[in-house]
Structure formats: C-alpha cells, structure tokens
C-alpha cells in the first residue's frame, strides 16, 4: 500500500504552519500533527513579528490553524509523534494515540524546549520578566531596571545588548568575573556594574521580577533579567528517521540540514528553531515557508521527473 500522506509536519508552530500553508496551496496531501507545546506560550506576546506584534501568541497560532483549513488537502491533528521509521514505501510515524501513518515526505518542525538556569523562582517569572532574547522582549523591558546573567565574554555581549533598552542595566557573573581590562573597561564606559556575588534565587510578585538574591549581601532590586538558555530537542524522532544533529553555540543537538532544509535521511526535512541557531518566529516563518517549497519540487522530481535538487 502507497504512503497515505504526500508530507506529515511534524510541529503546528510557526514553521509548521507556515509549511503546511505552502504544502496546502500545492495540493499536496498534508497532515499537521501538533503536540501544542510552542515554547513562546509562556511569554504573553510575541514581539517583533510584523503584523501580530505585541499580540499574545495563542491568537497567532490558532490564525495559522483557522487559514490552514482552506486548503483540503490538509489535516490538523492534535497529538505527539512518539516514534519514526523507515518503511518500504517511505516513513512510518506512530503517534501517541496508537495511529499508525504513512508519509512520503516528513516536515520536522517541532520547534526546541529552552533550558534556562535552575534558579528558584526563576519558572514563574519565564517568558515575561525572566527571558533569553533582549529583541523579543526588550520593548516590554525598555528604560527598566535589567540585569544580565552570564560570565566572560557572553557578560560583555549581553549586558552591552540591553543597553540599547535601558541605561540601567548590571552584569550578575554568579561568581568571580571572568573578565580582562579590555572587557571590564568596555563596561564601565557603557555604566554597566558588575556584581560577583554568588546568585542563588530571584523574586517576584504579581508575575513581575522584583529582584535578585545571593549567598551574602542585600539583594538587587531588578525589573528583568535576561539569562541564557540552551535549546534541547524535545524527542529522538530525527535520529529515529534517519537525520543527525549537531552541536552548536545555542543547542548541542541541532538538527543537522543543508541549504534546502535536507537532512541526513532524504525523505526528512526540518525547518525552524529545531535546526537554527537563531531562533524567532519570523525567522521560523521563512524556513518553513522555504523547506516546503522544496518538499513540493522533491516529490515531484519523483512524480514527473522534475529536476531535483533545483539549481
């Protein structure tokens, strides 16, 4: 029996549905399969994204699903794929439902789950006033009191980021600074402090930051905070199809692509934050838009000798 679905996309985030879209208006038989754990939910609105800025990112994914139901070619479908495999006619997915299907193609667009520090208090203030991207949130924390976490020459970037929002802002280094006089002075001319102490909590109230704590001393009264927080691959479903990852400067386990969004295994794709390096939605958007394109030109290298891959 022939693959029941032209492409599966795994993910109904911002790169799946926009891949899903493309895959839609091809006419191509396309089925969306959504855990609905897009890791921006926990931020209250999405900045930056032309058209839906400031605008929470519920109302953005269900405009994505409610414009994908236009094209009947294409089925949502809540649910988390829990394992991949090759089969003689393509790819097998088995979901968490017992469903069983059949794709000639798989979209993976599962986005990434971010991994911020193990602070406590630090999980109720995620997303809001606790955050890892200063062009997401750095509106909503504009001329606020910030602060950095970080140590070395990720300190120096990231404090220097967010003077571009406010003129008060203080690395926390979580320890003795690893800084030499060039980078100490690059901080001090800016009007960035730099406070060593150990960092062992933060505070908030009413859903607000409201300062930081360390082993000795006063605590820091603070409004934000931006921290780094690796990415992580939220399943083994890529290496179980086929495809492999790759360490990088935000994940060390990045789905490895080329130019055309191609795996290591030739029937999988991937678009979005579970391949990049620089994760947001927009960015999110292109990609998927982009790997379905070449998805569509794949399968119909097969169905009528297309060229492929296209010069």
């Not at 109904?12 to 939910?41: F, K, Y």
Request: hydrophobic share 40%; net charge negative; with cysteine.
């Amino acid at each position: 029996m022939g693959a029941e679905w032209d492409c599966v996309v795994v993910g109904g985030g911002a790169a799946g549905l926009s891949a899903a879209l493309v895959l839609g208006r091809a006419r191509r038989r396309t089925l969306m399969i959504d855990a609905d754990a897009q890791s921006n939910r926990a931020a209250s609105v999405i900045g930056g994204l032309l058209g839906y800025d400031q605008r929470p990112p519920a109302e953005f994914y269900e405009a994505g699903r409610r414009e994908l139901k236009a094209y009947p070619s294409v089925q949502y479908r809540p649910g988390e794929v829990l394992d991949g495999t090759r089969t003689v006619d393509g790819l097998g997915l088995r979901l968490d439902d017992g469903h069983r299907v059949a794709a000639r193609r798989v979209l993976l667009a599962t986005g990434m789950q971010y991994c911020p520090p193990d602070l406590p208090g630090l999980a109720e203030l995620w997303g809001t006033t606790v955050f890892q991207c200063p062009f997401c949130h750095g509106w909503e924390m504009r001329d606020k009191r910030l602060a950095a976490l970080a140590n070395g020459e990720e300190a120096v970037h990231a404090a220097l980021m967010l003077r571009g929002w406010s003129d008060d802002v203080v690395a926390v280094t979580d320890g003795p600074a690893d800084l030499d006089p060039h980078q100490r002075r690059l901080l001090q001319d800016a009007g960035v402090a730099v406070d060593e102490r150990r960092l062992v909590g933060v505070v908030g109230s009413a859903g607000k930051l409201t300062e930081l704590t360390f082993a000795e001393g006063p605590p820091l009264p603070r409004d934000g905070l931006l921290v780094e927080a690796p990415l992580q691959q939220r399943s083994p479903l890529a290496e179980k199809l086929g495809a492999s990852c790759t360490s990088g400067p935000l994940s060390p386990d990045a789905i490895r692509v080329d130019e055309l969004f191609r795996t290591d295994s030739p029937e999988v794709f991937a678009a979005g934050d579970v391949c990049t390096e620089h994760p947001h939605v927009a960015g999110a958007i292109a990609a998927g838009s982009n790997a379905a394109m070449i998805v569509v030109q794949s399968l119909l290298a097969d169905d009528v000798g297309l060229p492929y891959p296209p010069s």
